[in-house]
Structures are given as C-alpha cells and as structure tokens.
C-alpha cells in the first residue's frame, strides 16, 4: 500500500496553466504505474495521464498535447503539467499508484482529490 497527498488545483483562467502534485510515502513510486484521472460533474471518470515504471507516458486524446505528466523520484512526486485549460477541464482529479498483476490493474493507494476550476 501506498499513502498518496495531492496538492496543487485552484481557480485558473481559459488558456491558463497548472500543476499538480501527488506525494507518495510507504513505497517507491517507481515500483507503479502512477496515473492521474479525473471526475466531471455529470460525467464518467476518465483516465487521463499515466507514467509506467519504466517512464513511459500515456495521454487520453482529451489532454494530449496540453498535459504533462512526470515524476521525481528522489522525492517520490507525481506532477501533471496542465497548459493551454478548457472550461472542460473542470473536474476533481485524483492521483492513484497501481501495478498490473495478469492483466488486471490493482490500485494501490489513492489521492484525497483536487478541485480543478477553469473559468471562461
């Protein structure tokens, strides 16, 4: 299990940017799949950023080009850069640590969720 702290969100203008943090304790980050997602009022929750073990990223069509994700591993943070946001953007968003056993995605810890508010 990890224990996951998010920081970062707020209030942002369209065309504005962002980031937010997720710290981890209790284990290496570099040991998971870290995975940012979101949830919209009135919308389903989507996958947004992923950074595998090996560092690879992966992006849903919604963000790619204008989210970032990465992480530090000295200091056991996830970011996710967020330039150029929508009023679409409007979401909580969570960070979760997860690893793949078969082929099944086992979460591992979850963040508390950060309000994410882009006016237009």
């Known amino acids: 299990q990890v224990d996951l702290v998010q920081s970062g969100g707020g209030l942002v203008q369209a065309g504005g940017s962002l980031t937010l943090s997720c710290a981890a304790s209790g284990s290496s980050i570099s040991n998971y799949h870290m995975n940012w997602d979101r949830q919209a009022p009135e919308k389903q929750r989507e996958l947004i950023a992923t950074i595998t073990p090996d560092g690879s990223t992966k992006y849903a069509d919604s963000v790619k080009g204008r989210f970032t994700i990465s992480r530090d591993n000295a200091k056991n943070t996830v970011y996710l850069q967020m330039n150029s946001l929508k009023p679409d953007d409007t979401a909580i968003y969570f960070c979760?640590?997860?690893?793949?056993?078969?082929?099944?995605?086992?979460?591992?810890?979850w963040g508390q969720g950060t309000q994410v508010s882009v006016s237009s």
């Open positions: 979760n640590a997860a690893v793949l056993i078969g082929s099944n995605v086992v979460v591992r810890g």
